[in-house]
């Protein structure tokens, strides 16, 4: 960013003398004499009355260094600003995370990444898949990390965890003893259209689990008649293990230790190969991931490799 013209006069200004001006600037007499005169010529207007040897500000001159020190002043903030993100001293990282993934994974992985990058300044965001898609293309976020329903061309997506959509039932009900195995499923395979008279809690139309869940039961040949529906899945887990019906759920959310009321919960695979959901870190095409970004990565992505097999142990 340079400023030259308005540091030439703002330093004629304080000094009021061109010889002074000349010797701060490391510039000739004659060479300032002549880059102001050019100054007022383009302006059209004098900054300077030359009364004797000194130069004394005109009106139009003094509003022309009010603004020109505004003009070095913000020069100089950016300069210094440029110069210690240049350097890795003052890094700004804007995270957007699922929301309903970041119950677990902040109180976690904030801590850590801030004691790794202590220079870094982090700024976190918690929203759903559609205002988190929509930060990144404002250029509000610089990554976010969410399970992903379409993947744009504008976009850059780093798998992280691809999650089975996992069907959930109380362990004692009466179907829920009519499992067997099937090779290359995690979870004990069972058949789904024995539940057709049961009361499936399914999360709002508009969530992006409802979609997968739907595609199960499509899957399956199954329309249940008797559906309920809430937004929170944590509630939905906890009422399948209190006996209130079956449901679906990504694996990855039962694994989550918070969630306390899982004690009597049956989970289950049901369709073959597996519908899954892929968790992704998401950012711009073109954009570079700074370090920060990166390592943040690699704990979400050990973070949850441990959820999961947490779950199947």
């Not at 059209?44 to 030359?50: S, Y």
């Not at 001293?89 to 993934?101: F, K, T």
């Not at 992903?148 to 691809?162: D, G």
């Not at 937004?231 to 230790?257: D, H, M, P, Q």
Request: contains cysteine; aromatic residues 10%.
């Amino acid at each position: 960013m340079n400023l030259k013209e308005q540091l030439y006069v703002c330093t004629l200004a304080e000094s009021g003398s061109l010889t002074q001006a000349a010797k701060q600037l490391f510039i000739s007499q004659p060479a300032l004499s002549l880059y102001i005169s050019n100054l007022e010529n383009t302006l059209g207007a004098r900054l300077f009355d030359r009364i004797g040897k000194q130069f004394v500000l005109t009106q139009i001159g003094e509003l022309y260094v009010e603004t020109a020190a505004e003009m070095l002043r913000l020069k100089d903030h950016f300069d210094t600003e440029f110069s210690e993100i240049k350097n890795g001293q003052n890094e700004r990282l804007r995270v957007g995370m699922q929301d309903i993934r970041s119950h677990h994974l902040t109180p976690k992985v904030l801590p850590a990444i801030s004691t790794m990058y202590p220079k870094t300044k982090f700024l976190w965001f918690e929203d759903n898949y559609n205002p988190l898609e929509q930060k990144l293309l404002d250029n509000e976020l610089d990554i976010f990390f969410c399970n992903c329903k379409t993947l744009r061309k504008e976009f850059e997506y780093i798998p992280i965890l691809n999650d089975e959509i996992v069907f959930i039932t109380p362990k004692n009900h009466p179907l829920a003893l009519s499992t067997g195995t099937l090779p290359g499923h995690s979870f004990p395979w069972i058949d789904l259209t024995l539940f057709k008279d049961e009361r499936f809690i399914l999360t709002r139309e508009s969530q992006s689990l409802t979609q997968f869940s739907y595609q199960v039961l499509k899957a399956c040949g199954l329309a249940p008649k008797n559906i309920f529906n809430l937004k929170k899945i944590f509630n939905i887990i906890s009422l399948v293990n209190n006996g209130y019906g079956v449901g679906f759920s990504l694996a990855g959310y039962i694994s989550n230790k918070y969630i306390s009321t899982t004690n009597n919960l049956g989970i289950f695979s049901v369709v073959d190969p597996p519908i899954t959901a892929t968790f992704y870190a998401v950012y711009r095409k073109g954009h570079r991931l700074v370090p920060a970004a990166l390592s943040l990565i690699d704990m979400i992505r050990t973070l949850m490799d441990e959820q999961v097999h947490d779950l199947h142990s």
